[in-house]
């Protein structure tokens, strides 16, 4: 359930953007939505479920809609099929995803080379 977020996110002037708007409340808002979209298996979320993101962070889906399509250009945008998603968060869990992948390699490896000595 982990994920790299830099300490000074807030200072980004894209997320400055959204605290000069929606102060405290927007930051909040974005971060809701990094932490739903990075429990998809592909890190991206459709258009039609704004409603339901609002509806889990307590916000106005206006908000949610004008942080998430709205001048800050935080996310990326697929039109064809209505689905957004963070360039960032995509790039930094490619990374652990890839090590999780490698860990695992070893940990099969190491399971056969114990399987056969026992043979």
């Not at 739903?36 to 459709?46: A, M, V």
């Not at 039609?48 to 809609?65: G, N, P």
């Not at 190491?110 to 000595?117: D, F, N």
Request: with cysteine; glycine share 6%.
């Amino acid at each position: 359930y982990y994920f790299p977020h830099d300490s000074n996110a807030r200072n980004d002037q894209r997320i400055l953007g959204v605290r000069m708007k929606y102060g405290m409340e927007g930051y909040g808002i974005y971060f809701g939505i990094i932490e739903i979209l990075r429990e998809q298996s592909d890190y991206k979320l459709g258009s039609c479920q704004f409603e339901s993101i609002a509806y889990d962070l307590r916000v106005d889906v206006k908000k949610v809609e004008d942080i998430v399509m709205g001048e800050f250009v935080l996310f990326e945008w697929d039109s064809e099929y209505s689905e957004f998603w963070s360039k960032s968060l995509k790039r930094r869990m490619e990374k652990l995803d890839l090590n999780k992948k490698e860990q695992k390699q070893v940990g099969w490896v190491a399971k056969a080379k114990q399987v056969l000595k026992q043979k």
